[in-house]
């Protein structure tokens, strides 16, 4: 009772701080909102978790956010110690708390950031006959025609028109953000149809993709990334059939009318090459995951898709500049509490943005995305929609390789081809593409067909990261590019 007590009167006597008497606990609540959005030598106080966080740094005391336990604006404090060591926190807290002081421009962002149940690709069935569709497809129908919120919108893609039907007003949201819009008009037939269904009782989280009608179910998942998949998949279907346009997945980058893409399956670190190469001052961005590629006698034309880029957020590690375009742009699953962040080299460090009580981060995982529109970065001094395909950088990791090789054109097509990881267990993911949705043998070997041709136009040059550190690889990969 003796240390409660004095613990009660010392954080009363504290300015703007209040505290109830507890009744037969250990711990002490204080409110301490009124210091929320002041400062002290640059970190902010933004709200319980920053406290705490201010508190640990400046005063060498430990205590718990309130917003653990629901209650915003407090901390909490435990007096089951000696009394000793109650006086030395007590001072320490008081001359930390007196050393806040108001913030010159408190500027709180608020995220439109949307948060979905589902945050990982659901099982897609790429191979659905006509029986299956049909009964797909009426399940759909039905249930979205006794459904108030219903959303009809077409995408093109390219000359391809991809329309939405859906009930979830996130995913038609974010579509109309994503694609340009194409005529809709009642006699106007889309060249594919994409119906997205919410909650179906008794039903899984699924999709199915018919390449015979070109349509898509996507039953149970409002997570964007593998709609935007379905609509890319499907018109790469669509125009690899029509005009021999196909997809490939990569970072693209102009230079003068010189268009170069990296190539390279998870976890080889490409993102650190492509922001360096970004940063330089004559690069252009074209794409950040995917564009469509036309061939001729003497070009590989590869045009963007996407009128906005569904990008990861955690890319502003490599490139610090796109944390105040996100900021303004629509956004999902972002993350807001330090309970929720899997960035574990970030969780080993000291300094979490989210611990000195930033209302949310960027880098706390690899599955939140920001709908950027490009132009937002330098106009079109630092954006074009289309480039003409010089160098493709194919990179891998192996201990005899040196840092660049040029490899016969079967040989950087097998290397796409096989589309093997370098991290986590082995597997093949074709043309490192996760998109496609026409994986039958025909379907393989006309792509194949088609990297050949690329491949002779647009020249290959294999990456060795293995080889030499990111400075040395960079500078070869620079060379090439003749920058």
């Not at 604006?73 to 001072?91: C, H, P, Q, W």
Request: aromatic content about 10%; proline content about 5%; charged content about 25%.
């Amino acid at each position: 009772q003796i240390r409660r007590n004095y613990m009660i009167d010392r954080l009363r006597n504290m300015p703007g701080v209040s505290c109830y008497e507890p009744r037969g606990a250990f711990y002490l609540f204080p409110n301490v909102k009124s210091y929320f959005n002041k400062e002290h030598e640059g970190t902010q106080i933004r709200n319980s978790y920053g406290m705490a966080y201010y508190l640990l740094k400046q005063a060498h005391v430990a205590v718990v956010p309130g917003e653990a336990f629901g209650a915003e604006g407090f901390i909490r404090l435990s007096y089951a110690t000696s009394m000793e060591n109650i006086v030395k926190s007590m001072d320490r807290i008081s001359k930390a708390l007196a050393k806040l002081e108001p913030t010159r421009e408190t500027k709180m962002v608020s995220l439109n950031n949307s948060i979905t149940k589902v945050k990982e690709f659901v099982e897609t069935e790429v191979h659905v006959g006509p029986e299956l569709r049909d009964a797909l497809v009426a399940e759909a129908e039905n249930h979205l025609a006794k459904n108030k919120e219903y959303y009809e919108w077409n995408a093109n893609i390219l000359g391809v028109i991809i329309q939405l039907r859906t009930n979830l007003p996130h995913l038609v949201d974010f579509w109309t953000e994503n694609w340009y819009p194409g005529q809709l008009e009642t006699d106007l037939e889309p060249h594919g149809v994409i119906y997205a269904v919410g909650w179906i009782a008794g039903r899984e989280a699924r999709a199915y993709y018919s390449s015979e009608t070109k349509t898509a179910i996507f039953f149970k998942s409002a997570y964007y990334a593998q709609l935007r998949s379905l609509a890319i998949g499907m018109a790469d279907d669509i125009t690899s059939r029509l005009s021999g346009t196909y997809s490939v997945r990569g970072l693209g980058l102009d230079f003068g009318g010189d268009g170069v893409m990296l190539i390279a399956p998870k976890g080889t670190g490409k993102a650190t090459f492509f922001a360096n190469l970004l940063r330089h001052p004559k690069s252009k961005l074209v794409t950040d995951d995917i564009v469509f590629v036309r061939l001729n006698s003497k070009e590989a034309i590869a045009d963007a898709p996407e009128r906005k880029l569904y990008m990861q957020t955690n890319f502003v590690e490599k490139y610090p500049d796109l944390a105040a375009l996100f900021d303004k742009s629509k956004c999902e699953n972002v993350i807001t509490s330090r309970d929720q962040c899997t960035n574990g080299p970030c969780q080993r460090l000291d300094n979490c943005r989210l611990d000195r009580g930033a209302p949310f981060c960027y880098e706390a995982s690899k599955t939140s995305r920001a709908m950027l529109d490009p132009y937002w970065i330098d106009g079109t001094a630092k954006h074009t929609k289309r480039t003409s395909l010089k160098h493709i950088f194919l990179l891998k990791n192996d201990p005899i390789s040196p840092v660049v090789t040029k490899p016969k054109v079967e040989e950087a097509v097998r290397f796409c081809e096989e589309g093997m990881s370098v991290s986590g267990p082995m597997r093949s993911e074709p043309f490192f593409n996760p998109h496609l949705l026409a994986t039958g043998s025909d379907r393989t070997d006309s792509r194949r067909r088609f990297y050949e041709k690329l491949f002779s136009i647009a020249k290959p040059y294999f990456i060795n990261l293995g080889a030499g550190d990111k400075d040395e690889i960079q500078k070869q990969i620079n060379k090439v590019i003749g920058i």
